[in-house]
């Protein structure tokens, strides 16, 4: 006698098989979104750091702001004065990360720099990245970031 369809004992073979499929390739995409994340956040602060060097070329002096400014991820709730200063720069990771941007309040010739960090949120938390005037470049945690360095 022909019987059609499947057994039991096959079909819990190929849910076992499933999931241990999944449970491998699961932490392996997390990294990778991680990963993903962190790059798409080093790329704005790339961005914004030639946009801050655009200013200095026309101007010889960096904009000042106040000490620590945030840079809110909503394009609609930007009043910041980067918004205001270069309205063409929107954070592309802004629900993943915060930027803000670190600047003298007093301007003088040895003091004209800047510093922008990108901290993490929620799923990224523990992940900072910081890009200066002189182009140096560091990553928080690397486990928390997904990145030793960029």
């Known amino acids: 006698?022909?019987?059609?369809g499947f057994?039991?004992?096959?079909?819990?073979?190929?849910v076992a098989i499933v999931g241990i499929l999944a449970a491998i390739a699961l932490p392996s995409y997390s990294a990778y979104v991680k990963k993903s994340k962190a790059t798409a956040a080093a790329t704005?602060?790339?961005t914004l750091?030639?946009?801050l060097e655009n200013a200095f070329q026309k101007?010889?002096?960096y904009p000042v702001y106040a000490t620590d400014t945030t840079i809110p991820a909503s394009p609609a709730a930007r009043t910041d004065p980067v918004a205001t200063d270069?309205?063409?720069w929107a954070p592309s990771q802004g629900a993943a990360f915060s930027y803000s941007i670190i600047t003298p309040t007093i301007i003088t010739s040895t003091s004209i720099s800047y510093t922008l960090t990108a901290?993490?949120?929620g799923q990224m938390t523990g992940c900072t990245?910081?890009?200066t005037n002189s182009n140096v470049r560091t990553a928080g945690s690397a486990s928390a970031c997904g990145l030793s360095s960029w």
Request: net charge positive.
């Open 1 to 4: 006698m022909k019987s059609k």
């Open 7 to 14: 057994t039991l004992i096959e079909i819990l073979i190929t």
């Open 44 to 46: 704005d602060l790339v």
């Open 49 to 51: 750091s030639l946009v």
């Open 59 to 61: 101007t010889l002096v």
């Open 86 to 88: 270069f309205r063409a």
């Open 119 to 121: 901290t993490g949120l």
């Open 129 to 131: 990245l910081t890009l």
